[in-house]
């Protein structure tokens, strides 16, 4: 626990504060009920925008399968070394914030195979994608080759899938020396959009490794251009951090940890770590493995182990809590008892209005309310609280 409050000191400590934000008022905050789907839209039309068919490709060896299982299946780096390679199309469903369904398609990079999607299951594969995330090797042997691949396969997904956006992933970038791996990337980059066809100007590329922060940070903004209806989420967080008066809040999702949203005030934009979001994304899925050895089976099989975590310092509180069934929110306040405890109030009270973004949650509050004498309740208000 003491490695944790370190790693958020060094994380906000630093961040200068010319004044006191001010003193938080115990008043419920009032919001409107969140409305998140489009009510023009047909609910059939709405349940497939809400579905996306998402492909993960590239070479065999390339890290595809590793950095899924560390994204979504909670591995941590040093056990993705177990892995096999992966036979043919491994299709998996990824819920995420409740509605937005994935409909992950990680594809073996054998030769073979990838001569099989080009070919006799070329429509199978590339027909009706939204998005394509394609791994490259930084110091593969045989770059010529693999650049060739790739443009026959923005060829293919040229001709089924136009409108599909493209993310290139420049992997394995801790073997390149430190000092070298801006050029290196700038090169690979430069690369792949003289063989991306149509979607050379529009493609996005990130330097990535398993070992460090830079996999979240990717992963982080992939998914943050396929989330529906980022605006009312960010005017849901901006109210938020008016009512408790806080530097900064940030939105993850639960089961990944990735951030989905961070709003901040002029304090927190001073933040000198341009990189926490992913930072935190990885200490605290770090964290929520620690707590996973000392929790019951049931409790791990629901892929959480805390409703809410607290720390004061002198220079700051922070606070880590369930938002919803599929959300977490974090918030960075002034130091103070009343300040902090006054965050608690107001974020179990947002509690009740956010989860109309979430469906699970709403049907869990629904449930409630349908009992005799059922007063709707936060599932996260009656979890463990841990405090330092």
């Not at 650049?147 to 290139?168: D, G, H, K, M």
């Not at 830079?214 to 967080?237: M, Q, T």
């Not at 999702?253 to 992913?278: C, H, K, W």
């Not at 709403?362 to 463990?384: L, Y």
Request: hydrophobic share 40%.
């Amino acid at each position: 626990m003491r490695w944790l409050k370190s790693i958020f000191k060094v994380l906000y400590s630093s961040n200068p504060r010319a004044h006191k934000l001010g003193v938080g008022t115990a008043e419920f905050i009032e919001m409107t009920p969140l409305t998140p789907l489009d009510q023009s839209a047909k609910p059939k039309e709405q349940k497939q925008k809400n579905k996306q068919k998402v492909l993960l490709m590239g070479k065999s060896g390339a890290g595809k399968s590793s950095m899924r299982n560390i994204i979504f299946s909670n591995y941590v780096a040093k056990d993705v070394r177990r892995l096999g390679a992966t036979i043919d199309v491994e299709t998996s469903r990824v819920k995420f914030l409740g509605h937005l369904d994935l409909n992950l398609w990680d594809c073996g990079g054998q030769d073979a195979f990838t001569e099989n999607y080009l070919t006799t299951q070329r429509e199978f594969i590339f027909n009706d994608v939204g998005v394509m995330i394609y791994v490259f090797e930084v110091e593969s042997k045989e770059a010529e080759r693999d650049l060739a691949t790739y443009n026959a396969i923005i060829q293919a997904l040229e001709e089924f899938s136009p409108t599909a956006r493209v993310f290139c992933l420049i992997h394995k970038m801790d073997l390149v020396r430190s000092d070298n791996r801006e050029k290196m990337f700038d090169k690979r980059d430069h690369q792949l959009r003289k063989y991306s066809g149509q979607f050379a100007e529009s493609i996005v590329c990130y330097p990535t490794t398993i070992w460090d922060q830079s996999l979240y940070r990717a992963w982080g903004s992939i998914v943050h251009n396929l989330i529906p209806k980022l605006d009312v989420i960010e005017g849901y967080l901006k109210h938020l951090a008016e009512a408790i008066e806080a530097e900064e809040v940030i939105l993850f999702e639960r089961i990944t940890f990735l951030a989905v949203m961070s709003v901040t005030t002029e304090i927190g934009d001073q933040n000198p770590y341009v990189d926490r979001l992913e930072r935190l994304s990885n200490i605290i899925k770090t964290f929520k493995h620690s707590l996973a050895k000392f929790t019951d089976p049931e409790s791990q099989s629901n892929q959480f182990a805390f409703g809410e975590y607290f720390m004061k310092t002198s220079r700051f509180s922070l606070i880590l809590a369930r938002l919803s069934n599929n959300t977490f929110v974090m918030a960075i306040l002034p130091p103070g008892e009343a300040e902090l405890n006054c965050a608690r109030i107001n974020i179990a009270n947002a509690r009740h209005e956010f989860c109309g973004f979430d469906p699970v949650s709403t049907r869990a509050m629904e449930a409630v309310r349908r009992r005799p004498g059922g007063e709707a309740r936060s599932e996260a208000v009656d979890n463990p609280s841990v405090g330092i």
